[in-house]
């Protein structure tokens, strides 16, 4: 379908792959540029490079990943032209309907040819896929695509519509799929499209329930068996693997450490507090004694000692500050008696042998993709005249013997 190459080639469709939600398509053509939030990229640095590759941004912005096109790529990356079908129910259908290498399919719906894709890789160029699209421009579009992804060969598309008109097929293929507004319209096309010479398959694809019920009751009426209905969910996890949790034990010495230091800290607090509040009396009771100098004409004099007393003054917060470390550090060690065990503890932890990760999976919070039932059915081959005609009669010679051995 795509390049074989193991190298990208000038004209190669790639998948560039931004983040898990961010896939784009590109065409390689010689002299543009791919420009991003993950940088700059210029399509001549692509050239030659393998499939695969992780390849910085030019201006150092990060980097992008360069895949071989897949139809589970494409369905992540294709531009959408309709609502798609998405990994979950293309994998069940395409199981369902028993399809395979040398299959003949009919698709009535192409969309954006999400499932057009998958089905071409699984029949191979041995089997044929007619695809039917209701919307001209849409089956314009889809048809430029599977020229241009090498799949002509394969899929045969028609704009049509064929809940009124019907296929341009009658007894030739092996399944059919309907992807219709209306699929209750084309049960009866779809049957006269099936092979009568073994058994087939029908899937219709719908959104609400009450089109099911309508689906149902045409399958039901055109002579379909095995009628069941699925809804097909998909939870796809992300697997880590992170430190395991530290033991108790080591948690625990974490935890007496914080305990200690935050005492220290208040201790250290409630002695700078001690500190300038006695500092600040000392110059409230300076100050009082300074103004009843003034008043009594001493001023000369109180300036005269005032100057070492300041110089006094200045030094008693550090003293008393000092005066209350002691007490503290005293206290300190009281509630930190632990501290040597504690630092053994730590010596203990920075020696001993790092752990072995543990995995943990945890479930993606969206998912793309919307809910859909998907309806199936199998039409049985019919019993050639020859030879149901023996049958009937050995079953009408017993009904005979029957009576006769009653009589």
């Known amino acids: ?43 001549s640095d692509l050239i030659g490079v393998p499939y695969g590759s992780k390849i910085g941004s030019r201006n150092g912005k990060g980097f992008i990943h360069v895949l071989r096109p897949t139809p589970e790529l494409w369905t992540l990356a294709l531009p959408h032209r309709t609502q798609i079908l998405y990994l979950a129910d293309i994998a069940f259908v395409v199981s369902w309907l028993n399809i395979k290498p040398g299959s003949r399919v009919i698709e009535a719906g192409t969309g954006s040819g999400s499932f057009s894709h998958s089905v071409a890789r699984t029949i191979g160029p041995s089997g044929h896929l007619w695809s039917y699209e209701f919307h001209e421009a849409r089956a314009n579009k889809a048809r430029e695509e599977f020229v241009r992804h090498g799949m002509d060969n394969v899929v045969t598309l028609t704009h ?35 092979r009568k010479d073994r058994t087939t398959r029908i899937c219709c694809f719908s959104p609400c329930m009450e089109q099911v019920l309508r689906t149902v009751s045409a399958l039901n009426e055109a002579g379909f068996t095995d009628i069941t209905m ?98 503290a550090k005293d206290e300190v060690p009281t509630s930190g008696q632990s501290t040597p065990a504690q630092g053994s503890g730590e010596t203990d932890l920075g020696t001993a042998e790092p752990l072995a990760k543990i995995t943990l999976s945890k479930v993606f919070p969206d998912v793309r993709g919307h809910t859909s039932y998907l309806t199936f059915a199998c039409l049985l081959p019919k019993i050639p005249a020859a030879e149901a005609a023996p049958e009937v009669e050995a079953e009408a010679a017993e009904d005979s013997a029957a009576a006769a051995s009653s009589s």
């Open 160 to 194: 049509r519509n064929v809940c009124k008109d019907g296929f341009t097929v009658e007894g030739t293929v092996d399944a059919v799929f309907l992807d219709l507004p209306a699929p209750w319209d084309a049960v009866e096309h779809a049957k006269k499209a099936l």
């Open 1 to 43: 379908m795509w390049s074989a190459a193991r190298e990208i080639a000038d004209g190669d469709l790639v998948i560039v792959w931004l983040t898990r939600d961010v896939v784009q398509p590109l065409v390689i053509t010689r002299g543009k540029e791919l420009n991003s939030k993950y940088g700059v990229y210029r399509h």
């Open 230 to 327: 699925y809804e097909t969910l998909i939870r796809p996890h992300q697997v880590d693997a992170v430190p395991p949790l530290s033991p108790i034990s080591d948690v625990s010495a974490k935890l007496r450490q914080a305990e200690q230091r935050r005492e220290e800290k208040r201790l250290r607090q409630i002695a700078i507090s001690r500190a300038a509040r006695h500092a600040a009396g000392k110059r409230k009771r300076d100050g009082d004694a300074d103004e009843e100098a003034e008043g009594a004409g001493k001023k000369a004099k109180t300036d005269d000692e005032g100057e070492p007393r300041s110089e006094e003054l200045a030094g008693e917060p550090a003293a008393s500050a000092g005066a209350e470390t002691p007490a």
